[in-house]
């Protein structure tokens, strides 16, 4: 892949480099804040938390806030934002018992170790979005929970960083393969039309 095409393709880490140093802000790092609201009985229940395309860490931060004693695995192939998390949004431990450890990939982080994995809005970035999902289902512990978010709009979605276009059933279908019942519940609409845009997914797996 010529250079060019390197710093124009979503599904490189230079392309994720660029971008991050572009929005490298305290003041405004990007969160789901709010809408992970609906989740925290989740959150509460589980001590290990694992964030797959963490950025600059911001969620980590927002639910770092509040809860106590709880240890975030922040996973992103960017070390711009690895970086930035580490030494300057979240550190190694803050005053509330919680600690957080970076991993540019998955290889790091043993299987079978976390009580929790979240996704937001990183799949539809990923060609190998399905074995992401296996190597995430591994790190789960028996009863952790998977908590996805992507678009659903289907051929709808033009966003030329999303290389998959997700749909509610597309993604119920490939959900459905790791566990019997598969959550949805609503993120955001389209302003302009009012269908749904993006979905939260969980599911659990099954305890041994």
């Given amino acids: 892949m010529n250079r060019i095409l390197q710093y124009l393709n979503p ?70 934002s690895l970086q930035f998390g580490r030494e ?25 170790s976390v009580d929790l994995v979240i996704s937001i809005e990183v799949l539809e970035h990923i060609t190998s979005y399905k074995a992401c999902l296996d190597q995430l289902w591994g790190r789960l512990k028996s009863g ?22 997700f749909t509610l059933g597309s993604m119920f279908t490939i959900l459905s393969g790791y566990g019997n019942m598969v959550h949805i519940a609503p993120r955001t609409y389209s302003k302009r039309s009012g269908r749904l845009s993006t979905a939260y997914f969980y599911v659990e797996k099954e305890a041994e």
Wanted: hydrophobic share 30%; proline share 3%; aromatic share 10%.
């Fill in 11 to 80: 599904n490189t880490v230079r392309y994720w480099d660029r971008k991050y140093l572009g929005k490298i802000d305290r003041s405004a790092v990007r969160t789901d804040g709010s809408h992970l609201d609906k989740f925290m009985p989740i959150f509460q229940r589980s001590s290990t938390i694992l964030d797959f395309g963490a950025g600059l860490g911001g969620n980590v931060q927002y639910l770092a806030g509040m809860l106590e004693n709880r240890h975030f695995h922040l996973v992103d192939h960017s070390e711009v």
């Fill in 88 to 112: 300057q949004l979240l550190g190694e431990k803050d005053n509330r018992g919680n600690s957080f450890s970076y991993h540019p990939d998955l290889s790091t982080v043993p299987g079978d």
């Fill in 144 to 165: 952790g929970i998977l908590l996805v978010s992507v678009p659903v709009k289907g051929f709808r979605d033009r966003n030329r960083e999303h290389v998959n276009k």
